[in-house]
């Protein structure tokens, strides 16, 4: 059975340093979504999901000192190591919140979130509810992944058997693998304007492959594969990981593309 709106990466304090590792890479792609989407100084924006905050750190950097960020997190120990990292931020603040029954005293020029629809089970549902909270002219900016392209530009067999780990754990609880792709459905559906789409994803080949990328994923899955006895991090040899699929990729002179990342935009009347 299907384990609904349950992030099974877990809440604990080495799953918020994995997403701080995930971030160097995804950061950049985030930046330049909100650039485009026209998120500038002064505005008000709320960034759903926000896990360790980084964002809720992207927005404050465009909207300015004159802006405000809401940052939202239905884990208050997430929240906590937020405010560590950013307290120093005056222009963000932290709330505890559910997505699927969000029902705040306020609107906001935007409302941006980073692979946090994925992890719900009714991922329009809470687009409808978001809408709500955005005033006229506002902006929805949402960056999901697509997870199910073929990652390698040749065939492994260390890399097949990580991409079947995740790939089907994931789809086994419930998670969306194919989010992102599915961005400008959810919109529609959710009687939002069409989106504005965009598309990015790290890619690299040789010492630049972004094998880490993936491997923290799988960290990531290890404590719920380890509890469903399907593999342990002894057996994947998670330590040795990175640099076991990098030379696997090198010896066949082979490219690695990370998660598809897909943008959707909207100004919402």
Avoid at 67 to 75: F, K, M, P, S, T
Avoid at 149 to 174: A, C, H, K, N
Wanted: charged share 20%; glycine share 10%; proline share 4%.
């Amino acid at each position: 059975m299907k384990e609904q709106n349950r992030y099974v990466l877990g809440e604990s304090e080495s799953e918020h340093s994995r997403l701080r590792d995930q971030s160097v890479v995804l950061d950049p792609l985030t930046r330049q979504l909100h650039i485009e989407a026209g998120i500038t100084a002064g505005m008000s924006v709320l960034d759903i999901g926000t896990g360790a905050g980084h964002v809720a750190a992207i927005a404050a950097d465009l909207v300015g000192p004159h802006g405000q960020v809401l940052a939202v997190d239905r884990n208050p120990e997430a929240l906590d190591g937020a405010r560590d990292r950013l307290g120093h931020r005056q222009e963000i603040e932290f709330a505890e919140a559910d997505l699927t029954v969000l029902d705040l005293d306020r609107q906001f020029d935007a409302i941006v979130g980073r692979a946090v629809l994925m992890h719900v089970s009714s991922p329009v549902e809470v687009l409808e509810r978001l809408r709500r909270h955005l005033r006229p002219g506002g902006l929805m900016v949402m960056h999901e992944f697509d997870l199910t392209q073929q990652w390698t530009s040749v065939s492994t067999p260390l890399w097949d058997r990580v991409r079947t780990l995740i790939l089907q754990t994931f789809e086994s609880i419930g998670i969306h693998n194919t989010l992102g792709r599915d961005l400008f459905a959810a919109f529609r559906s959710a009687g939002l304007p069409d989106p504005h789409l965009t598309l990015g994803a790290p890619v690299g080949g040789g010492a630049e492959a972004p094998s880490f990328g993936w491997v923290n994923v799988l960290a990531g899955l290890l404590p719920y594969l380890e509890q469903q006895g399907i593999v342990t991090a002894d057996e994947i040899g998670i330590d040795s990981l990175t640099q076991r699929l990098t030379d696997e990729l090198d010896a066949e002179d082979a490219t690695l593309l990370g998660p598809l990342m897909y943008g959707a935009y909207c100004t919402v009347d």
